[in-house]
């Protein structure tokens, strides 16, 4: 008989975790057992207060009762249904109900798991429309230094964080970054900045450089979140919309934490009334309850692949889990669940006192920049010298012993709190930090 290897449950090797110091946390693991409303219950039965929309995904909050119940009823109905060549009604639907709250010139939805995935899809569906247009080429791709598209490889290419690409040999060629949209001069801005629209000129220095011609698509997130909440100054997205359309360059807007209200409209386009040609989207798709994300794009770049006979595929690409049942039930509920609870303009309406609750940490210890728009913040702190990144990790560590989830990037504190959370949990989140930076070294 063969030897059982199966380690006891609660051994913490074998897992590799994500994004993780693995070695510090299995020394002294952080468990989370249990989620309701704005809570976590960790392992040890404390509460702790949710900052982060666990990772700016769970935009209505924790365990809601609509999603919870769309699951289990469709996990009993129709576990699976093959993603190729059949359907099943419910992705449809989904489909229809984000078309309904996208910006008016998105008529389609490509479903794809996770926001990588849906990142990956759009650059493709940019370069074959080129393609298929007559135009092949236009294979080059612009992203941006410091944005964040996921961690597959075209992600990483047009992604700008620098931790995420050096290790991982040859990446895409043909891919080029404007640069970031971080200027001095902009700290303490409440809301977006007032310096640096000029940045999307950059646009046509690259343009110059390769020409229009070799270029497919233009690929930014409207708030820039995984590097440290980056927000786009007054006219900078207008700009680069202009030159894009210029140019005859796509432009895809990475609404993977953007999405869903987290300005306080459905998206980032609606907010800062740019359209973009493509919105990828994920995380808030489903509450980030089951991995879901989404390509939403025009009928102009849509009805380009409709052509020849048509019992041929007309578009390479797609996965086992697209538009999968339970997903799709999970992101119909997590939409009736917004549209009920009003949760988008809930958002709108307390970012103000978010705003305010934030900038009182002006003059905290080691805070060198504060930065927010609708229920994004991010507290910059002085690096610890020689040290980068051990201030913050310390303040989450020491946040969390507190009972306050915060996230950290760098020695950027970045928060996201669920659409639902009311003031007294903004102020605690708020003190809880201030009393962490002053304690900290
Ligand atoms: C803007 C953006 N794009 C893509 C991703 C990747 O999403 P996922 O982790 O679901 O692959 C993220 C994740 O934080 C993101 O913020």
Not at 173 to 180: E, I, R, S
């Amino acid at each position: 008989m063969a030897l059982d290897r199966t380690p006891p449950p609660n051994d913490l090797n074998a897992f590799w975790m994500p994004f993780t110091a693995n070695r510090q946390f299995k020394k002294a693991p952080r468990m989370f057992v249990a989620a309701e409303g704005m809570y976590y219950t960790t392992s040890d039965g404390r509460q702790v207060l949710d900052g982060t929309a666990g990772l700016w995904c769970c935009n209505a909050g924790h365990k809601r009762p609509r999603i919870v119940e769309a699951i289990q009823r469709q996990a009993a109905e129709l576990d699976y249904a093959p993603a190729f060549q059949m359907g099943h009604p419910l992705a449809f639907e989904l489909a229809n109900r984000l078309i309904g709250i996208a910006p008016e010139n998105m008529d389609h939805v490509f479903f794809a798991n996770s926001g990588s995935e849906s990142v990956e899809t759009a650059l493709k569906i940019a370069i074959a429309w080129h393609r298929a247009r007559g135009e092949g080429s236009r294979t080059r791709l612009i992203g941006r230094e410091r944005g964040y598209h996921g961690v597959n490889f075209g992600g990483i290419s047009v992604g700008g964080i620098v931790n995420n690409r050096r290790m991982f040999g040859s990446l895409l060629t043909g891919v080029d970054h404007l640069p970031n949209t971080h200027l001095p001069e902009n700290a303490w801005t409440k809301g977006q900045p007032a310096h640096g629209a000029h940045l999307a000129d950059e646009l046509e220095r690259i343009v110059a450089l390769h020409g229009a011609e070799t270029i497919a698509a233009c690929i930014v997130e409207p708030v820039a979140g995984s590097t440290g909440v980056l927000l786009p100054p007054k006219g900078y997205l207008e700009r680069l919309r202009e030159i894009c359309t210029r140019h005859g360059i796509l432009l895809i807007f990475d609404e993977v934490i953007t999405g869903f209200g987290r300005l306080g409209s459905p998206f980032a386009a609606q907010h800062m009334d740019v359209l973009p040609d493509m919105i990828t989207c994920a995380k808030g798709l489903t509450n980030g309850v089951i991995p879901m994300g989404a390509v939403l794009t025009t009928a102009e770049i849509h009805d380009a692949f409709m052509q020849g006979p048509e019992h041929l595929i007309e578009l390479f690409h797609g996965y086992t889990y697209s538009g999968n049942p339970i997903a799709s039930a999970a992101g119909i509920a997590t939409l009736e669940t917004y549209r009920e609870d009003a949760l988008f303009e809930r958002c709108a309406e307390i970012a103000p006192y978010w705003q305010e609750a934030l900038h009182s940490l002006k003059g905290t210890r080691h805070v060198i920049d504060i930065r927010n728009m609708g229920l994004i913040g991010a507290i910059e702190l002085e690096p610890l010298a020689g040290a980068p990144t051990k201030r913050a990790f310390s303040a989450f560590l020491e946040a969390y012993e507190k009972g306050v989830l915060i996230r950290t990037t760098g020695d950027i504190i970045a928060l996201s709190p669920p659409l639902i959370v009311e003031k007294p949990q903004i102020d605690r989140i708020v003190e809880t930090i201030g009393t962490v930076l002053t304690a900290l070294d």
